[in-house]
Nanobody, 123 residues
Framework: VQLQASGGGLVQAGGSLRLSCAASGRTSTTYALGWFRQAPGKEREFVSAVSRNGGDTAYADSVKGRFTISRGNAKNTAYLQMNSLKPEDTAVYYC?????????????????WGQGTLVTVSS
């Protein structure tokens, strides 16, 4: 399974971006999908995740109320709508997939990872 993340870019504080994640390859399986991010010099951290059927979502406390995850109409696609962006949101954002039903914040549970898309928020 290959994951493609896109939609990153440079935005001013308070602005918005929408990230997209699409899986290709072995897509007969429907995956739970997650977003993680890694800032320079920091460990990769959980941002948000959505269950296989889209009915269950999870968010890191730092993004609750500002970010919204959703599944796309196409199988194994997901979006991360990011509003009210802050400079501390600057990071490489990765999408990940796991062959399970429920959303999860645990990095170790995800089997497949995309290459990442850079989000830069200027102050």
């Amino acid at each position: 399974v290959q994951l493609q993340a896109s939609g990153g870019g440079l935005v001013q504080a308070g602005g918005s971006l929408r990230l997209s994640c699409a899986a290709s390859g072995r897509t007969s399986t429907t995956y739970a999908l997650g977003w993680f991010r890694q800032a320079p010099g920091k460990e990769r951290e959980f941002v948000s995740a959505v269950s296989r059927n889209g009915g269950d979502t999870a968010y890191a406390d730092s993004v609750k109320g500002r970010f919204t995850i959703s599944r796309g109409n196409a199988k194994n696609t997901a979006y991360l709508q990011m509003n009210s962006l802050k400079p501390e949101d600057t990071a490489v954002y990765y999408c990940a997939a796991k062959a399970a039903v429920y959303a999860s914040s645990s990095i170790g549970e995800y089997e497949y990872w995309g290459q990442g898309t850079l989000v830069t928020v200027s102050s």
